[in-house]
């Protein structure tokens, strides 16, 4: 533990109560005004609760519940608790794309912080973007801050299969299309699939980004796999609360917490949990806020050093339930602790090694999460591709493809964006077949807009009919972490902004070789030079408000489709007190 212990007249919030002059005794007067003890606000902790519940925001129903289990916590500690909502990014409700305001709730969580009388943070969340979203913002704030997981729903059952979030709705939906099931069972499935208040139960992007957040030594140990509606949930959402204030005295701020070697550990664990190709963009975009430095080759490194341990939909057969029957993450670590800096500290002001030193798998967790002589797959959780239509890198998740088509050329079916590969998808005249590449365009951090997770490409239905359920699909696009396929994603830079993928045509050959990290449009050099002459720039997305600032600002996803003037590491000046 820290030796560090603050005075109250350290505290941030002591500036604006402490004092003797008028300002302190307006600001008092205005907590009397709502029921507030002047005693309780002079000289304890303040912790501000960032809490993105929601009512639309489905994985977030419960945290307004368990803000008051937090507020329970922060108060027996001796602290005083301010909840401040901020911005709910539910990832099926906002449209386009929960991306597309990750950077907004990044902003909203750091000026919440640096305006409000607070000395440290509760960060509430759970949805894919929330996450990374609240993180940024804390760790560009840098004051004492703590995340609290939303935690995954429960198991889904439906005719006897367990049920996935999100990766069984592609699967029954190409069932459906095919006429495999009927119409009254995909309305069956509907409200079968989410038995409970949470995120996606599967490995998907919200459990990635929740497992990356503890391993960071943000989270409480173990706390990213208890399931939302277990008894655990708010007995650890009140651990947290007390936590906070203890943090707050001994001055554990991010700065102290996020480190190359707790970067270089939450890449490890991205692999070894099959994690989802979200997290390439998240998990940079973190680092070179705190100035650590993390590339898509690095990440490449790690996923062919690190094999896919966690038996975990989609690249498995269970889900997160059973994940935290086995163990949970503390017991992953247990099983890597070869490639981790057990040194790093957390939020419990113990390293990571202490937080882990008595986990271990339970019984009959084997299977779930395995030890490195038995991975679940060699293929590992990502492979970084390159070539003349990715110079700046590509993304796919070797464990979640088929085996077959990870070496494969083929000709390509072009869709312009979105709207053209919905009309003509399931066109019969389609000229496609098993062998075809598909090919989606306009549908990056500029062009989607916003990066949405459309690269999942839906197989055409006559595709479907052969018995066919994988294709190769290429796409400047994000895929949900929740969904499966030979999906090559991320192709920067995008074609919006003139990326070699804006200049694909129908017919041309398009080779993959994930072996090979190759991702090559095989044409000429000289045809590629015409067709560029005649490319021209598509109309900007946006032309007022945020979008007009995202589509000015963002960078492209190999370095983490952060704003460009946030990036850099360290905080701004406290604002005066007037």
Not at 34 to 59: A, D, F, L, Y
Not at 325 to 335: E, N, V
Not at 411 to 439: C, W
């Amino acid at each position: 533990m820290s030796t560090v212990r603050k005075t109250r007249e350290q505290l941030r919030s002591w500036r604006w109560f402490g004092p003797s002059d008028t300002r302190a005794f307006s600001h008092r007067s205005r907590m009397q005004q709502v029921g507030v003890r002047r005693e309780e606000v002079m000289g304890r902790p303040i912790i501000g609760i960032v809490n993105t519940w929601s009512e639309i925001s489905t994985c977030h129903l419960h945290l307004r519940e368990r803000a008051e289990n937090v507020k329970r916590g922060i108060l027996a500690a001796g602290g005083f608790p301010i909840e401040l909502p901020a911005m709910s990014l539910g990832e099926v409700m906002v449209k386009p794309t929960t991306m597309l305001y990750r950077n907004f709730l990044a902003m909203e969580c750091e000026e919440l912080l640096r305006s409000h009388p607070v000395d440290g943070a509760v960060l509430m969340g759970g949805c894919d973007k929330t996450t990374p979203g609240l993180l940024l913002g804390a760790i560009s704030m840098d004051i004492p801050a703590i995340y609290l997981p939303a935690g995954p729903q429960l198991n889904g059952h439906f005719k006897g299969v367990k049920v996935g979030v999100g990766t069984h709705t592609r699967k029954f939906y190409d069932e459906l299309r095919s006429g495999r099931i009927t119409d009254q069972d995909w309305i069956d499935l509907e409200a079968a699939m989410c038995r409970s208040h949470g995120t996606c139960n599967t490995m998907g992007t919200a459990s990635t980004m929740t497992s990356i957040a503890e391993v960071l030594g943000f989270c409480l140990p173990g706390a990213s796999s208890i399931p939302a509606d277990d008894a655990a949930h708010p007995r650890m959402a009140s651990q947290v609360g007390e936590r906070i204030v203890q943090m707050v005295w001994e001055d554990l701020k991010p700065s102290r917490i996020l480190s190359r070697a707790s970067v270089a550990n939450a890449a490890a664990t991205y692999m070894a949990l099959g994690g989802s190709t979200n997290c390439a963009v998240h998990l940079i975009a973190m680092a070179r806020r705190a100035g650590a430095e993390l590339t898509l080759d690095m990440l490449d490194q790690r996923a062919r050093d690190i094999r896919v341990l966690v038996n975990l939909m989609p690249s498995g057969d269970y889900l997160m339930e059973d994940f935290y029957f086995a163990g949970g993450l503390p017991a992953l670590l247990k099983r890597i602790e070869q490639h981790l800096d057990l040194s790093a500290l957390t939020v419990t002001g113990r390293t990571l090694g202490e937080n882990i030193a008595g986990a271990k798998v339970n019984e009959g967790g084997d299977d779930i999460i395995r030890d490195a002589a038995h991975p679940i797959s060699e293929r590992g959780a990502l492979a970084v591709l390159y070539g003349n239509l990715a110079p700046a890198g590509a993304v796919i998740k070797p464990a979640a493809a088929d085996p077959k088509l990870l070496r494969h050329t083929g000709p390509a079916v072009v869709f312009e964006d979105m709207p053209d590969m919905m009309k003509r998808i399931d066109d019969p005249a389609l000229p496609v077949d098993a062998n075809s590449v598909l090919v989606l365009k306009n549908a990056g951090p500029q062009g989607g807009p916003g990066f949405p997770e459309w690269g999942n490409l839906p197989i055409p239905k006559k595709v479907l009919a052969t018995g066919v359920r994988d294709m190769v699909r290429v796409s400047d696009a994000r895929m949900s972490g929740t969904h499966y396929g030979t999906c090559v994603l991320h192709v920067a830079p995008e074609a919006f902004v003139g990326g070699p993928l804006a200049l694909v045509r129908d017919g041309d050959l398009i080779e993959l070789d994930v072996d090979a990290r190759r991702l090559e449009l095989k044409v000429s050099d000289e045809e590629l030079a015409r067709r560029r002459a005649a490319w021209t720039p598509p109309p900007p997305r946006f032309e007022r408000g945020y979008g007009r600032m995202f589509s000015a600002h963002v960078t492209q996803a190999p370095e983490g489709c952060d704003f460009d003037f946030l990036q850099s590491p360290g905080t701004l000046p406290e604002p005066d007190i007037y």
